[in-house]
């Protein structure tokens, strides 16, 4: 049992609801910023094809404002350049190959020359002219939710100045005014020093307040997910203690029938003298019960564990539901020589049928269907097995021509410890148990079981698995 | 006709087991503890171990020891039987079976579930002594 390692880090934040701590970090976890960084490639290649058919447009004048088609070509060509540079070393940043460059680290690269490109690209559309200061606020908001605190204030100063660079640029007269709407404004603003001090400010003010009311919000929810972690782990290790308490308690409970078996081979075998007659039956009796004690100590506790699992406690993988089928109707078979009990292959079974299982569990509940069924079948029977599909769902079919159920207890069989009279008279040993056990891992892999049964003329038990592909669907995204 | 080392806390499996293998010309040591099993094993110097999984002291002392012992020059060839009361067989979803024993996780030769048939026992040292 290797342990399960993961890489995820854990998530957590530390911001107070009035305002965030001194040098506390916030993390997300890795893959969900790795996955963040491909997302906002895509989406600035999406602005690329903009501004590529907007420059277009501009050069041949149908545009209805004056752009300057160099300007905003540039804008367009550095956005391309960087975002193709981020493609292309995107994937070894993902992978953890560029020791240096970590993905938040990159993620601030790469905001940083988004916030150039708006700069630029604000100067070219007019400055106050249209709203593209807006756009650094989108920025602003994928910083805060990745970065540390600290990392994202400072980026939010930086987008402040990149935003305001324009408006101070034209204002001092380093860059000539543009305009798209042919109207005065820029150039108003740039002549008045009140005028832009308190643009500067403002755009300042509202990407500080933009930075705080998302940190706050980015806060909380940091907060939930660490306390749903926190449950999760705990959750973990109840789960674990109760698997090292349910394996304690076994061999508490096994261990003393394996010393008293140990002893009865022993003297069966003669190795404290010969045996009488009648003690060796006495011997052997001791033994077959001490066998039957074993069993149900297995299968109360092996209940009693599926009881509180979830399935998410269990490993699900695909496999060939035929496959592991017809190792358990193997051992099935061996139980029923020794009745004459024959198990055989339905010429409808197919060869391949795929189902998301817990191997383990599954190879419990198909044991004790088989079981029941060459159990409570007649000397000399005959028990047929099958695995079919359909759109349905992949069926596991096990019919007997035994002593079947009477129809008013069909529905209590899952039941624990219950059993009908017909089936205590035919087998007085039995525990009650295996069919509660079955209805148990029928749950856990969300299928579904049938039964049809006919008294004195035998059972038929179908249990119906979703293709790999509709189980858990609810729970995908 | 073979030294052999049983380490195991239960007396009653110790001794059904000492019946047999000493009726059949073996020489039987016992340990019930694995606290100090390398100097033991060493001081004991048997052909073949039957090791316990789980101890008083540990669950899964057996394996503790076995690994010990396997990274032990002067002990790591001596064959060892694994023994425990749960084991796949069992359908628990924390039982073992033959196939986990690995270099690394289970140096062991061979794992069983107790009880053990007495035959099965005794063929099963002959083919490791062999």
Same mark, same amino acid.
């Given at each position: 049992?290797?342990?399960?390692?993961?890489?995820?880090?854990?998530?957590?934040?530390?911001?107070?609801?009035?305002?965030?701590?001194?040098?506390?970090?916030?993390?997300?976890?890795?893959?969900?910023?790795?996955?963040?960084?491909?997302?906002?490639?895509?989406?600035?290649?999406?602005?690329?094809?903009?501004?590529? #058919?907007?420059?277009?447009?501009?050069?041949?004048?149908?545009?209805?404002?004056?752009?300057?088609?160099?300007?905003?070509?540039?804008?367009?060509?550095?956005?391309?350049?960087?975002?193709?540079?981020?493609?292309?070393?995107?994937?070894?940043?993902?992978?953890?190959?560029?020791?240096?460059?970590?993905?938040?680290?990159?993620?601030?690269?790469?905001?940083?020359?988004?916030?150039?490109?708006?700069?630029?690209?604000?100067?070219?559309?007019?400055?106050?002219?249209?709203?593209?200061?807006?756009?650094?606020?989108?920025?602003?908001?994928?910083?805060?939710?990745?970065?540390?605190?600290?990392?994202?204030?400072?980026?939010?100063?930086?987008?402040?100045?990149?935003?305001?660079?324009?408006?101070?640029?034209?204002?001092?007269?380093?860059?000539?005014?543009?305009?798209?709407?042919?109207?005065?404004?820029?150039?108003?603003?740039?002549?008045?020093?009140?005028?832009?001090?308190?643009?500067?400010?403002?755009?300042?003010?509202?990407?500080?307040?933009?930075?705080?009311?998302?940190?706050?919000?980015?806060?909380?929810?940091?907060?939930?997910?660490?306390?749903?972690?926190?449950?999760?782990?705990?959750?973990?290790?109840?789960?674990?203690?109760?698997?090292?308490?349910?394996?304690?308690?076994?061999?508490?409970?096994?261990?003393?029938?394996?010393?008293?078996?140990?002893?009865?081979?022993?003297?069966?075998?003669?190795?404290?003298?010969?045996?009488?007659?009648?003690?060796?039956?006495?011997?052997?009796?001791?033994?077959?019960?001490?066998?039957?004690?074993?069993?149900?100590?297995?299968?109360?506790?092996?209940?009693?564990?599926?009881?509180?699992?979830?399935?998410?406690?269990?490993?699900?993988?695909?496999?060939?539901?035929?496959?592991?089928?017809?190792?358990?109707?193997?051992?099935?078979?061996?139980?029923?020589?020794?009745?004459?009990?024959?198990?055989?292959?339905?010429?409808?079974?197919?060869?391949?049928?795929?189902?998301?299982?817990?191997?383990?569990?599954?190879?419990?509940?198909?044991?004790?269907?088989?079981?029941?069924?060459?159990?409570?079948?007649?000397?000399?029977?005959?028990?047929?097995?099958?695995?079919?599909?359909?759109?349905?769902?992949?069926?596991?079919? #096990?019919?007997?021509?035994?002593?079947?159920?009477?129809?008013?207890?069909?529905?209590?069989?899952?039941?624990?410890?219950?059993?009908?009279?017909?089936?205590?008279?035919?087998?007085?040993?039995?525990?009650?148990?295996?069919?509660?056990?079955?209805?148990?891992?029928?749950?856990?892999?969300?299928?579904?079981?049938?039964?049809?049964?006919?008294?004195?003329?035998?059972?038929?038990?179908?249990?119906?698995?979703?293709?790999?592909?509709?189980?858990?669907?609810?729970?995908?995204? | 006709?073979?030294?052999?080392?049983?380490?195991?806390?239960?007396?009653?499996?110790?001794?059904?087991?000492?019946?047999?293998?000493?009726?059949?010309?073996?020489?039987?040591?016992?340990?019930?503890?694995?606290?100090?099993?390398?100097?033991?094993?060493?001081?004991?110097?048997?052909?073949?171990?039957?090791?316990?999984?789980?101890?008083?002291?540990?669950?899964?002392?057996?394996?503790?020891?076995?690994?010990?012992?396997?990274?032990?020059?002067?002990?790591? %060839?001596?064959?060892?039987?694994?023994?425990?009361?749960?084991?796949?067989?069992?359908?628990?979803?924390?039982?073992?079976?033959?196939? %986990?024993?690995?270099?690394?996780?289970?140096?062991?030769?061979?794992?069983?579930?107790?009880?053990?048939?007495?035959?099965?026992?005794? %063929?099963?040292?002959?083919?490791?002594?062999?």
């Amino acid at each position: 049992m290797t342990p399960k390692l993961t890489d995820d880090a854990r998530g957590h934040s530390v911001f107070r609801w009035w305002t965030p701590n001194d040098g506390d970090e916030v993390r997300l976890r890795r893959r969900e910023l790795q996955d963040r960084i491909w997302w906002s490639v895509m989406v600035r290649w999406c602005f690329v094809v903009v501004g590529a #058919v907007a420059t277009a447009l501009a050069a041949v004048g149908v545009l209805p404002v004056h752009v300057s088609p160099v300007l905003l070509g540039g804008a367009t060509g550095g956005l391309a350049l960087t975002n193709l540079v981020y493609s292309l070393i995107g994937g070894r940043v993902r992978d953890g190959r560029i020791p240096k460059l970590t993905p938040r680290r990159f993620l601030l690269v790469e905001v940083s020359t988004d916030f150039a490109v708006l700069s630029v690209l604000s100067y070219a559309l007019g400055v106050i002219e249209t709203p593209t200061v807006a756009l650094f606020l989108a920025n602003i908001v994928l910083l805060t939710l990745h970065c540390t605190w600290k990392q994202s204030l400072v980026m939010t100063l930086v987008a402040g100045f990149f935003a305001s660079a324009p408006v101070v640029l034209t204002g001092t007269g380093v860059i000539p005014v543009e305009s798209v709407l042919h109207s005065d404004l820029p150039q108003r603003l740039a002549d008045n020093a009140t005028l832009m001090t308190g643009y500067v400010l403002g755009v300042f003010i509202i990407f500080v307040t933009c930075w705080y009311v998302v940190a706050q919000l980015a806060a909380g929810l940091q907060t939930r997910e660490r306390r749903l972690q926190e449950d999760y782990d705990r959750v973990v290790k109840v789960g674990e203690q109760k698997s090292r308490a349910t394996l304690r308690a076994t061999h508490e409970l096994k261990a003393p029938l394996a010393a008293i078996k140990s002893y009865v081979y022993t003297m069966r075998d003669g190795y404290t003298g010969e045996l009488a007659p009648g003690t060796r039956k006495v011997i052997l009796r001791i033994g077959e019960r001490c066998d039957l004690l074993t069993h149900r100590i297995s299968q109360i506790i092996h209940l009693a564990n599926l009881k509180t699992l979830e399935w998410s406690q269990l490993n699900f993988q695909v496999v060939e539901l035929p496959a592991i089928f017809a190792e358990e109707v193997e051992e099935a078979a061996i139980q029923g020589r020794a009745r004459k009990v024959t198990v055989e292959w339905s010429d409808q079974s197919i060869p391949s049928a795929p189902i998301m299982a817990s191997v383990s569990e599954l190879r419990a509940m198909l044991s004790n269907i088989l079981l029941n069924a060459v159990d409570y079948s007649r000397e000399g029977g005959v028990v047929t097995v099958a695995v079919t599909s359909d759109v349905g769902g992949v069926h596991c079919t #096990v019919s007997d021509r035994g002593i079947g159920i009477p129809p008013e207890c069909v529905g209590r069989i899952f039941e624990d410890h219950f059993r009908t009279d017909n089936a205590v008279r035919h087998r007085p040993n039995g525990s009650g148990l295996g069919m509660a056990i079955v209805a148990e891992v029928v749950r856990l892999h969300e299928a579904q079981i049938s039964v049809t049964s006919k008294l004195e003329e035998g059972t038929t038990m179908t249990v119906t698995f979703p293709h790999p592909k509709a189980f858990r669907r609810e729970l995908r995204p | 006709m073979a030294r052999i080392l049983m380490i195991d806390d239960d007396p009653d499996i110790v001794e059904s087991l000492r019946m047999v293998l000493e009726a059949n010309g073996h020489e039987v040591h016992e340990l019930a503890s694995t606290r100090h099993v390398v100097a033991d094993v060493k001081e004991v110097a048997p052909d073949l171990i039957i090791l316990d999984v789980m101890f008083p002291e540990d669950p899964q002392a057996g394996f503790k020891a076995a690994r010990l012992l396997h990274q032990e020059p002067a002990v790591r %060839d001596i064959p060892v039987i694994l023994l425990s009361a749960v084991n796949q067989r069992s359908k628990l979803a924390f039982g073992f079976s033959d196939d %986990d024993i690995s270099e690394d996780f289970m140096p062991v030769q061979r794992f069983i579930e107790k009880p053990i048939e007495p035959q099965l026992l005794l %063929d099963l040292i002959a083919e490791l002594l062999r």
